[in-house]
């Protein structure tokens, strides 16, 4: 949804984008969208953006909790001239922004930030340049500046990236641009993405339509729920999708768990769950639901990518550790591997989400199987990513209050 906001706003006329998400970090993204010029109009079903590209309407842009908004859309306000003030909410002040401290004045653009932290005060525009960047933080720079580049009409350059994380995320970066009709660059397995000739497509006026495919990263809460609790049928989610949390599914199987797939539905019921090894360095979002599954599983099991999870909405390691272990949950971090001794039986307890929206939903998961009742302090943090959450588990049977 927010990488559709942004295609929107720099893909000139109207588009129509069908199965928005309404999520805070969703409305964050429609909010920045429309402070850097897009018209936008929210109905039942669609939001309809209406945009002539980057033409900034006020000269401070908050990106609210979002990681990605802040991210992606920096480099896309650095298009216009205009210098323009980005802030942020929650957590988002204390997480590294250092990047742009080093790459922006490669390409043309002034900046100055809060020792690498927010807020970053920008001035543009945007000279696309051969440039090389480190890809380990997060592939989220990567994104905003693979859109940037191609509205700046970059030619014969490219952006070279060493120890890219999570290349799924990109590859959706890559379609949802393909989706808008915005120039794509060639992708040089994801060691270099190399922009030729853009071929000028200014005369579509016509409205644009996308819809936005339903989320991985919340469905696999409810995924992990089907296993542990169910049995459920979840619709909605596309298993030929290039998101990265889709990764799920392999983790579910090889936990032992009763699933089903079917085009337009995944059935997924309980089975005695056995333990598993996971990589989740390329989905680190995948940690909270993974935890709550091996919660459950009879024995250890083992999930990389440890180093990932650092400079989320809490530092994800330690506080599923803490809050788990509430719960009679064992969790051993040894340099970036994550051992969850599970199989011995959950307990109800007082649990905190640490404002983390993926913390309160894996508790609330995991609260399903616990013996007695589990309190959720900052259980309104899912607001962040999937507002109905509650909700949607209360329809299937849990007990919510």
């Not at 893909?11 to 984008?17: A, F, L």
């Not at 993405?193 to 071929?199: A, K, N, T």
């Not at 999870?309 to 340099?335: C, P, W, Y």
Request: hydrophobic content about 40%; proline content about 5%; charged content about 20%.
């Amino acid at each position: 949804m927010q990488r559709a906001c942004a295609a929107a706003l720099l893909t000139k006329g109207k588009s129509t984008i069908n199965n928005p998400g309404y999520s805070n970090d969703d409305k964050a993204a429609l909010e920045i969208i429309q402070k850097l010029g897009a018209r936008v109009q929210i109905f039942a079903d669609s939001v309809e953006v209406e945009s002539d590209g980057v033409n900034p309407a006020a000269k401070e842009i908050s990106c609210g909790e979002s990681g990605l908004s802040i991210r992606m859309f920096t480099p896309i306000a650095a298009l216009s001239s205009e210098a323009i003030t980005i802030t942020g909410e929650g957590s988002l002040p204390t997480r590294p922004m250092d990047f742009f401290d080093q790459i922006f004045p490669m390409v043309g653009i002034k900046i100055a930030s809060n020792g690498g932290k927010l807020p970053l005060h920008i001035q543009g525009p945007l000279q696309p340049k051969n440039i090389a960047i480190d890809g380990s933080l997060s592939s989220q720079f990567l994104t905003g500046l693979l859109m940037a580049y191609s509205a700046a009409g970059a030619s014969d350059v490219s952006i070279k990236v060493n120890n890219l994380k999570s290349k799924p995320y990109i590859d959706l970066t890559l379609k949802v641009m393909q989706d808008f009709g915005m120039y794509v660059p060639e992708n040089r397995n994801h060691e270099e993405y190399y922009f030729g000739v853009p071929q000028t497509n200014d005369s579509r006026i016509a409205t644009q339509d996308y819809t936005v495919e339903g989320d991985w990263s919340g469905g696999a809460f409810l995924l992990v729920a089907g296993a542990l609790a169910g049995k459920i049928v979840v619709k909605g989610l596309d298993v030929f999708s290039t998101q990265a949390d889709k990764a799920i599914l392999q983790a579910i199987m090889a936990s032992g768990a009763v699933i089903s797939i079917e085009p337009g539905h995944i059935e997924i019921g309980p089975a005695p769950l056995k333990p598993f090894h996971f990589d989740a360095t390329d989905c680190p979002d995948l940690f909270p639901p993974l935890v709550a599954l091996a919660s459950c599983c009879s024995g250890k099991s083992v999930i990389q990518g440890v180093s990932r999870l650092a400079h989320k909405e809490s530092n994800r390691g330690i506080t599923l550790q803490e809050e788990f272990g509430k719960m009679g949950v064992e969790i051993l971090l040894q340099d970036d591997l994550m051992v969850i001794n599970g199989g011995n039986g959950l307990k109800g307890a007082e649990l905190s989400s640490h404002h983390d929206h993926r913390i309160a939903m894996a508790c609330a998961v995991a609260a399903l199987k616990a013996e007695g009742a589990t309190t959720i302090q900052g259980a309104e943090a899912i607001n962040k990513s999937y507002p109905d959450f509650y909700e949607h588990i209360k329809y299937l049977g849990a007990n919510i209050s």
